[in-house]
């Protein structure tokens, strides 16, 4: 449970099981007070097993929350249970943000958004690789197609990524030329554990060049891993999972309060954990 609201306090939390090492909390609360909502605002961690989830989401509108973030693994719960919710998370088929206004509960996705904005040019036209094929490859690989580029969708277990593109598009591959494609997403689980991406993937260590851009969408904490830093040693563009983390949270920071996030404010303190 969480701790009891101050009355006219507007909560805002993020969802997950583990959340506890969650950035969201310090990076939205630094938001809120660089806008200068920190005395009417605030935003927590709750931690909610997924036999749990909707009862906990149902009368949180009662206990004074006006939003929620939602992460792994209730996002398709997320998506379920809303009363209402954007195209967007339809399609993706995950919702990681809800909004409680006027009794309901609406859910959208900004994930795919924010994996857009934190890359360093526009997509549109480029050759792209997704590795995975799970949630996260599904936002990735939906907001790809939507800003124009050719997509290749690599799997360990091969049917997921043809059930993938059935579902929204872009090409399964087997054996993909990493050296072929102007942009790389890792967006399996590989480096969460500390496990090499290149015993895992099909990429290698001395195969990224200039003019790439590789994206590793998992984030430890513990600075780039080894995907990232051998990219960046081939001089590729880098891009790694806070970045990503800090644009979802912003665009999600907007639909709450209607105000522009303040971007910088928000990466420092998702970066200085
Ligand atoms: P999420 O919703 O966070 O994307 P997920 O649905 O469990 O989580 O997907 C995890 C992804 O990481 C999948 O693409 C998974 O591949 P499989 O579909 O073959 O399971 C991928 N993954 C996990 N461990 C992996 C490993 N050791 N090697 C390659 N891919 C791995």
Redesign the pocket.
């Known amino acids: 449970m969480s701790a009891p609201a101050r009355s006219g306090l507007r909560r805002l939390a993020v969802l997950g099981h583990p959340v506890a090492h969650s950035r969201s909390p310090a990076m939205h609360n630094a938001a809120l007070a660089a806008v200068g909502l920190d005395d009417s605002w605030a935003y927590e961690a709750i931690e909610v097993a997924p036999d749990g989830f909707g009862q906990r989401v149902r009368t949180m509108a009662a206990e004074g929350f006006v939003g929620a973030n939602v992460t792994?693994?209730h996002?398709p719960a997320a998506l379920a249970l809303a009363d209402g919710s954007s195209l967007r998370a339809r399609e993706i088929g995950a919702a990681n943000t809800l909004v409680f206004g006027g009794g309901v509960i609406t859910a959208e996705n900004t994930d795919a958004a924010g994996f857009v904005s934190s890359l360093p040019s526009s997509p549109a036209g480029a050759r792209a690789l997704v590795?995975?094929?799970?949630?996260?490859?599904r936002a990735v690989v939906w907001a790809l197609l939507r800003e124009g580029a050719e997509v290749e969708v690599w799997?360990?277990?091969g049917s997921?990524a043809t059930e993938l593109c059935d579902a929204l598009g872009g090409s399964p591959s087997l054996a993909p030329d990493p050296a072929s494609f102007e942009l790389i997403v890792n967006?399996?689980?590989?480096g969460l554990g500390g496990?090499d991406p290149f015993a895992?993937?099909p990429l290698q260590e001395d195969a990224m060049a200039p003019g790439q851009t590789v994206v590793d969408i998992v984030y430890t904490g513990q600075g780039p891993g080894p995907l990232l830093e051998a990219a960046a040693r081939a001089g590729a563009n880098t891009v790694d999972g806070i970045e990503i983390l800090v644009r979802q949270g912003a665009a999600s920071f907007e639909l709450w309060t209607g105000l522009e996030p303040p971007l910088d404010v928000m990466r420092a303190a998702a970066r200085s954990g």
């Open positions: 792994v693994p996002k590795l995975g094929a799970g949630g996260a490859a799997n360990r277990t997921r967006s399996t689980s590989i496990e895992h993937l």
